[in-house]
C-alpha cells in the first residue's frame, strides 16, 4: 500500500465556520494539527463532520477555547485520528489572525 502525506493551511475570517480539509474517497490519518494565533487574545473551534455533513454539536472537539495573544495553541493534536472519505475538518476562530494547519497520511 502506497501513501501520499499532505498537509492543509487556512486563516479564516472572522467568526467563519470554514473548511480545514475533507478527506478523499480513501482513508486518512490525520497526523497532527496546529493552531496559531497571530493577534489578540481569542478562541477557536475544531469540528469534524462525517461526509461532509453540515456541523452539529456532537461534532465538535473544542468549542470557543481560549487562546493566548501571539502564541501557539497548547490544545495541539498529536494523537492521530482517522477519517473517512467525505469526512471535513472544520475551523472557526473569534478574530481574522489565527491560522490552523493539518498534516495528513492518506492511503
Not at 455533513?53 to 477555547?65: E, L, P, Q, S
Not at 472519505?85 to 472557526?92: E, L, N, W
Request: hydrophobic share 35%.
Amino acid at each position: 500500500m502506497t501513501y501520499a502525506y499532505t498537509y492543509a493551511q487556512v486563516s479564516p475570517a472572522a467568526t467563519t465556520e470554514t473548511t480545514l480539509y475533507t478527506a478523499p474517497s480513501t482513508t486518512s490519518k490525520v497526523l497532527t494539527m496546529t493552531v496559531c494565533n497571530r493577534g489578540v487574545a481569542g478562541s477557536f473551534r475544531i469540528s469534524r463532520s462525517a461526509g461532509g455533513g453540515v456541523t452539529d454539536n456532537k461534532n465538535y472537539w473544542f468549542y470557543d477555547t481560549p487562546i493566548l495573544a501571539s502564541g501557539t495553541s497548547p490544545y495541539i493534536i498529536t494523537t492521530p485520528f482517522f477519517l473517512s472519505g467525505g469526512d471535513a475538518v472544520r475551523v472557526y476562530a473569534s478574530h481574522a489572525n489565527m491560522s490552523f494547519q493539518l498534516d495528513a497520511q492518506e492511503s
